[in-house]
C-alpha cells in the first residue's frame, strides 16, 4: 500500500564532525533505520525531475550519504570487520538509491538508508525521516551527482545567493503530499580549515504512521 508522506528537500547549515549518540548536553543525533519509502504520482515526477532523473522512463541514481548519517549507519550495522569508536577511523561509505519509474503510475522509491528523527534530541518528530549529502563546496564540482542537483536549483527563478536560505520551494500533490526545497549555506571545518558550502537534505514524513 502506498504510504501518504510529506517530503522535504533541505539544504541546511551543517558543522561536519563524528557524531555521538548523545552529547553531555543532552543533544542527540538520530538513530538511522532501514526503510524503503514509496512516492507516487505527480510528486513522484517533480522529485525526480529536482533529483535529475529522466522522468519519461525507468531511471535511477545513488546519492552518497553525508559523514555524520553515514556514522549513523554504521552504528546500527555493526558491519565493519574492525569495531570503530568514531567515523574518523574509517567509517564506510554509504548510499541511498533513488529509483523511477513510470508505470503502472509514476513512482520514486528511495532506500536503504533513513534518519528516524523521532529518535533526535531535541526537537523529535515523529513519522520523520531524513538523509543528507555530504559537504558540497562552493567550489562546485559538475562531476558530483549533489552538486548537479544543487546547480539545477540554483538555475531556478527565486534563488538569492547573498540570503542565508538562497532558495525555498513547496509543492503539493493531490494525494495530499507535500513538497518543500529549501536551500542554506553550510561551512566545513575538515583539517580546521573553514570552507563554505551546501548540505542537502531529503526529509519524508510519513503521516499514518
Not at 93 to 120: G, H, M, Q
Amino acid at each position: 500500500m502506498i504510504e501518504m508522506m510529506a517530503i522535504r528537500i533541505v539544504t541546511a547549515v551543517f558543522l561536519v564532525g563524528t557524531v555521538l549518540a548523545v552529547s553531555v548536553y543532552g543533544a542527540r543525533f538520530p538513530n538511522a533505520v532501514e526503510k524503503r519509502i514509496l512516492i507516487s504520482g505527480e510528486a513522484a515526477i517533480s522529485i525526480a525531475g529536482i533529483l535529475g532523473l529522466n522522468t519519461s522512463g525507468p531511471s535511477s541514481i545513488s546519492l552518497q550519504l553525508g559523514r555524520n548519517d553515514a556514522w549513523a549507519v554504521y552504528l546500527l550495522k555493526q558491519d565493519h570487520e574492525i569495531r570503530l569508536w568514531n567515523d574518523n577511523e574509517g567509517s564506510p561509505t554509504r548510499y541511498n538509491k533513488v529509483e523511477f519509474s513510470t508505470t503502472p503510475v509514476p513512482s520514486l522509491i528511495i532506500s536503504p538508508y533513513w534518519l528516524d528523527l523521532a529518535t533526535r534530541l531535541p526537537e523529535s518528530k515523529l513519522g520523520y525521516y531524513s538523509f543528507g549529502s555530504p559537504f558540497i563546496s562552493d567550489e562546485l564540482d559538475p562531476n558530483g551527482p549533489w552538486t548537479q542537483i544543487l546547480l539545477r536549483l540554483m538555475r531556478e527563478p527565486g534563488w538569492n545567493a547573498d540570503a542565508k536560505q538562497p532558495f525555498n520551494r513547496c509543492f503539493t500533490s493531490m494525494k495530499e503530499i507535500d513538497l518543500c526545497v529549501d536551500v542554506f549555506h553550510m561551512k566545513d571545518y575538515t583539517n580546521n580549515i573553514e570552507r563554505n558550502g551546501f548540505r542537502i537534505e531529503i526529509e519524508a514524513h510519513i503521516k499514518n504512521e
